[in-house]
Structures are given as structure tokens and as C-alpha cells.
């Protein structure tokens, strides 16, 4: 094993940076020493107990120590998260700087953050930063992931968007469905064994994200109403407009830890642009709608326009308001090539990822004095 070191900074939000994390670090650590960074160690799942987990503080949840006089001073534009007055950002960053100098590590890996990848850079440290969809030509991305040594996008390269520039494009390594267990999600009938559900009978799956505020109960009442011979299944936390008349073939399950099986088992899908849901919908090859979630500069949005001009889903950037838009959007997703959506998946994303990362960190420090070495005394 080589003894130079991988850092991987998770971002806490949502599901899918741990997932991916979860799946690369076990990968990674076949071949080097690997710690992860977060504020919250309890998101991952699996984790070989190999890899090192160290608690940092949020870089962006207050903790009532802060300043409050420089509570609305504005970020520079090279930052989307700068707060002056933070005791919690300084400790996070002395712990994050301290570890760089001790481990002298061959790559850090961002997922994400543009401060972070630019803090490494600063501290002569490699970084790879993770790319996810949307609109992120400002300063603050671009200047991340033009001093990044290379970039993973946790997509499929015919998923890219139009606007990111050759430059990006030729130090980007695509792992689409990274992190999503592919050889284990079940077949249609197995999945319904499982679950204890009929074998005939048409089923809907409506999956909802973890880091947004939910799916709205209107709009899935008014589909399910339009299409009383299936039984309608949501999957996530719920908001009620509280006038809404839900139908009998509308059933809310609220979070469950099999959605993979719930996708399986299902017929048609209905469900946010999360990376997760995403890659998961794909492997199980679903007639699908997409409707993206309000995110940051516009990550779901941009992510939903990708698959809608690949063919794999039918999007609205809204949720359906009556039955004439639900009935438009089925007879779009109906005649999707369902075989060509598992082409936008790699079940090797993870270990080809790894490899990638281990072969970059190896051309970066070839031929490196030896003063150049981690002082593992100093790590442990």
C-alpha cells in the first residue's frame, strides 16, 4: 500500500456526497491510507472501518459564538460561503491545515466545496474537486476548478452540459452512477416479493430528496386521481397544502431505507434530480418524470434539462398544476427507450474511479525528494 494519503472533505446535505464518498473511499483505501472530513460522521453507511473519520465544524451552520456586527457584510465573489466571526469556520479550517501539514496528503478531494478546493491549493496540496450540474460559471467555481489537478463528475459524459469549457472538460474524469449499488437492485418481481406487494396492478413511485423541504401532496393528489388504476407510492417527507381531496390510491410511506426496492417494484417513477434517485431510476430503467427541487445554482434544474435532451425522462420544471399536464408528461415518459437508460451507468464507477485517482497522485509525486514524505508520526 502506498503510504501517501488521500483527505476527502464530504459535504452533509442531502444523501448523495456520502454515498459517493462512501463508495470511492472504500475503493481508494485498497491502495492508500484515506481520512474523510465532515460535520456529520453519521451519514455513512458501510464505511470500511479502514478510513479514517475526522468531525469538523459546519461551514455553514451557526453556532450563536458568531459576531454579530459582521452578520451582513457581503461574500467576495471569489467565495459562496466566507461569514466573518466565525470561531467554528477558524477551528475547522486550523484542523483541515494541520492535517495537510502533518499528512502531507497526495490528493484532497472536494465534494463539495469551492472554499475548500481553493484552501488546499493555498496550501500546495492537490485537489480534485467533485462537479455536479448547474449553472456554476462565477468566479467562485471556476477559480476552484481551475486550480483542482482534476475533476470528478459523477455522471455519464453524454449527461455534460454545453457550457462547460474544454479546459474542464480534458481534466474530467465522468463516473456515472457512483455510488449506487448497481449488481444489487433487485428485478421488478423480486422487488415486489420482497415488499409484499401484487405482481399485477401498476404501480407509481414518487421519490422526494433529502435536502429539500419535501414533495407537495397537491400536485401528486391530482395525479393520482387522473389514474385511478394504479396505486400511487411516495417515498420522502411530505408538504400539505391542507385543501387538497387525496384519493383512495395515494398512499404516503414518509422515509424508508429500501427506496431502491420501492424503485425496483414500481412500473412508472415520479421523483426530484438528486444524484441517488438519479442513477438509481436509470439502473432500474423506468418510464419517469423529473421534477428538479430548488437548488443552489440551479443543480437539479440544469440536471433535469440533461436528461430530458438525452431522452431518459420526460421533465417539468414545475409540478404538474392539472390533469391535462400530468396525462402530457406520461405520454412523453412512456415512450422512452427504456434500454438506453442503463447505457448512463457504470456499475465499475467506483473501483475505475479509485484507480484514476490513485494513477493521478502518482504521476503528481513521482521522482519527489525524499523530505517530500508524510510524517505518519506526526498523523498519528
Same mark, same amino acid.
Given at each position: 500500500?502506498?503510504?501517501?494519503?488521500?483527505?476527502?472533505?464530504?459535504?452533509?446535505?442531502?444523501?448523495?456526497?456520502?454515498?459517493?464518498?462512501?463508495?470511492?473511499?472504500?475503493?481508494?483505501?485498497?491502495?492508500?491510507?484515506?481520512?474523510?472530513?465532515?460535520?456529520?460522521?453519521?451519514?455513512?453507511?458501510?464505511?470500511?472501518?479502514?478510513?479514517?473519520?475526522?468531525?469538523?465544524?459546519?461551514?455553514?451552520?451557526?453556532?450563536?459564538?458568531?459576531?454579530?456586527?459582521?452578520?451582513?457584510?457581503?461574500?467576495?465573489?471569489?467565495?459562496?460561503?466566507?461569514?466573518?466571526?466565525?470561531?467554528?469556520?477558524?477551528?475547522?479550517?486550523?484542523?483541515?491545515?494541520?492535517?495537510?501539514?502533518?499528512?502531507?496528503?497526495?490528493?484532497?478531494?472536494?465534494?463539495?466545496?469551492?472554499?475548500?478546493?481553493?484552501?488546499?491549493?493555498?496550501?500546495?496540496?492537490?485537489?480534485?474537486?467533485?462537479?455536479?450540474?448547474?449553472?456554476?460559471?462565477?468566479?467562485?467555481?471556476?477559480?476552484?476548478?481551475?486550480?483542482?489537478?482534476?475533476?470528478?463528475?459523477?455522471?455519464?459524459?453524454?449527461?455534460?452540459?454545453?457550457?462547460?469549457?474544454?479546459?474542464?472538460?480534458?481534466?474530467?474524469?465522468? #463516473?456515472? *452512477? %457512483?455510488?449506487?449499488?448497481? !449488481?444489487?437492485? /433487485? =428485478?421488478?418481481?423480486? $422487488?415486489?416479493? +420482497? &415488499?409484499?406487494?401484487?405482481?399485477?396492478?401498476?404501480?407509481?413511485?414518487?421519490?422526494?430528496?433529502?435536502?429539500?423541504?419535501?414533495?407537495?401532496?397537491?400536485?401528486?393528489?391530482?395525479?393520482?386521481?387522473?389514474?385511478?388504476?394504479?396505486?400511487?407510492?411516495?417515498?420522502?417527507?411530505?408538504?400539505?397544502?391542507?385543501?387538497?381531496?387525496?384519493?383512495?390510491?395515494?398512499?404516503?410511506?414518509?422515509?424508508?431505507?429500501?427506496?431502491?426496492?420501492?424503485?425496483?417494484?414500481?412500473?412508472?417513477?415520479?421523483?426530484?434530480?438528486?444524484?441517488?434517485?438519479?442513477?438509481?431510476?436509470?439502473?432500474?430503467?423506468?418510464?419517469?418524470?423529473?421534477?428538479?427541487?430548488?437548488?443552489?445554482?440551479?443543480?437539479?434544474?440544469?440536471?433535469?434539462?440533461?436528461?430530458? #435532451?438525452? *431522452? %431518459?425522462?420526460?421533465?417539468? !420544471?414545475?409540478? /404538474? =398544476?392539472?390533469?391535462? $399536464?400530468?396525462? +402530457? &408528461?406520461?405520454?412523453?415518459?412512456?415512450?422512452?427507450?427504456?434500454?438506453?437508460?442503463?447505457?448512463?451507468?457504470?456499475?465499475?464507477?467506483?473501483?475505475?474511479?479509485?484507480?484514476?485517482?490513485?494513477?493521478?497522485?502518482?504521476?503528481?509525486?513521482?521522482?519527489?525528494?525524499?523530505?517530500?514524505?508524510?510524517?505518519?508520526?506526526?498523523?498519528?
Amino acid at each position: 500500500m502506498t503510504t501517501q494519503p488521500i483527505g476527502y472533505f464530504v459535504h452533509h446535505q442531502g444523501r448523495g456526497h456520502a454515498e459517493r464518498a462512501t463508495a470511492l473511499c472504500n475503493a481508494l483505501v485498497q491502495s492508500r491510507p484515506v481520512e474523510i472530513f465532515t460535520a456529520r460522521p453519521d451519514i455513512f453507511r458501510g464505511l470500511d472501518p479502514a478510513i479514517g473519520v475526522t468531525h469538523i465544524p459546519s461551514l455553514f451552520e451557526p453556532t450563536g459564538a458568531e459576531a454579530p456586527n459582521m452578520r451582513s457584510l457581503p461574500e467576495p465573489a471569489i467565495a459562496h460561503c466566507a461569514p466573518l466571526g466565525w470561531p467554528s469556520i477558524r477551528d475547522a479550517m486550523a484542523t483541515l491545515t494541520g492535517w495537510f501539514s502533518a499528512a502531507n496528503p497526495a490528493v484532497f478531494v472536494t465534494d463539495v466545496s469551492a472554499e475548500l478546493g481553493q484552501l488546499a491549493r493555498l496550501c500546495s496540496v492537490p485537489h480534485v474537486a467533485v462537479l455536479q450540474h448547474g449553472r456554476r460559471g462565477d468566479i467562485g467555481h471556476m477559480a476552484a476548478y481551475e486550480s483542482a489537478v482534476g475533476i470528478i463528475a459523477p455522471y455519464a459524459r453524454l449527461l455534460e452540459q454545453d457550457d462547460r469549457p474544454a479546459w474542464m472538460q480534458a481534466k474530467t474524469h465522468y #463516473a456515472p *452512477g %457512483l455510488g449506487i449499488d448497481v !449488481p444489487a437492485l /433487485p =428485478s421488478r418481481d423480486d $422487488a415486489r416479493r +420482497a &415488499l409484499g406487494l401484487p405482481m399485477d396492478g401498476r404501480i407509481v413511485c414518487v421519490v422526494g430528496g433529502g435536502g429539500g423541504e419535501g414533495l407537495p401532496s397537491t400536485p401528486l393528489t391530482l395525479g393520482a386521481r387522473q389514474d385511478p388504476h394504479s396505486r400511487w407510492f411516495t417515498l420522502g417527507k411530505i408538504t400539505s397544502e391542507w385543501h387538497e381531496t387525496a384519493p383512495g390510491n395515494l398512499i404516503h410511506l414518509g422515509w424508508v431505507s429500501n427506496a431502491a426496492e420501492w424503485i425496483a417494484a414500481a412500473d412508472r417513477i415520479v421523483s426530484s434530480c438528486g444524484n441517488t434517485t438519479v442513477h438509481t431510476v436509470l439502473a432500474a430503467r423506468k418510464p419517469w418524470i423529473v421534477v428538479p427541487e430548488w437548488r443552489y445554482f440551479d443543480e437539479q434544474l440544469c440536471k433535469a434539462q440533461a436528461l430530458e #435532451a438525452a *431522452g %431518459l425522462a420526460a421533465m417539468s !420544471p414545475h409540478w /404538474p =398544476s392539472h390533469r391535462e $399536464a400530468w396525462e +402530457a &408528461l406520461w405520454a412523453i415518459a412512456d415512450g422512452i427507450d427504456l434500454p438506453s437508460q442503463a447505457q448512463f451507468i457504470d456499475a465499475a464507477a467506483a473501483q475505475d474511479t479509485a484507480a484514476w485517482i490513485d494513477s493521478l497522485a502518482t504521476e503528481l509525486w513521482a521522482d519527489t525528494p525524499a523530505t517530500q514524505a508524510p510524517n505518519m508520526k506526526a498523523v498519528a
